[in-house]
């Protein structure tokens, strides 16, 4: 459906594009929602940025998603609590997890943002892009970061998603823009031609290329 995530990206902006959302700023998931989102904010002229999170994997099985994380001290915690009652875990038993993944947060807060803050504009509209959405872990403890900051709206743009998993982000964003929401997604790599995995130095690179471009255009 998508040739890879430029392509899936500038899908997006188009759509975006109808939808008049004047001031905003960008903010792509890492790894693999940062060329989506680089695309997004080059289209519309807007300036890009990360939120990073890290999803709480099960600890027999680090894909399963429990849950999600974000910040560092004290952190911003998401859990996924009818799953973890069908399974019977407790947040005791993902302590371990946390931490480790807290500390994951900072080593890429420093490679990826050079230790600096997230770009805040409580005013402007906040998009947040990332490659698809199955459980929707990420997507929500990003906006539940944005909104402790006490971001006004906040949209999620995304080529693909669960109509289950939109239907829950709703509770928490102001609007979804989904290209193609399915009844059932079993993996978003499904959806593309090219899906392999983004890697750290091309983060860095699109970072660099987005901030290099917003300064050609008048402010």
Known sequence: MFRDRADAGKKLADLLLQHHLGRCVVYGLPRGGVPVAFQVARLLGKPLDIIIVKKIGAPEDEEL???AV???DPPLLYFNRSLMDAL???EENLQSQIRAKQNE?????EKF??????TKDIDATAIIVDDGIATGATVKIAIMWLRSI?????VVAVPVAQESVINDILELADEVVCIHPVSVLYSVGEYYGDFSQTSNEEVIMLLKRANRMMKKYPS
């Open 65 to 67: 998603a429990l849950g």
């Open 70 to 72: 974000a910040g560092n």
């Open 88 to 90: 019977g875990y407790r």
């Open 105 to 109: 947060i900072l080593l890429l807060r």
């Open 113 to 118: 943002q050079s230790g600096k803050g997230v």
């Open 150 to 154: 006490a971001q006004k709206r906040i």
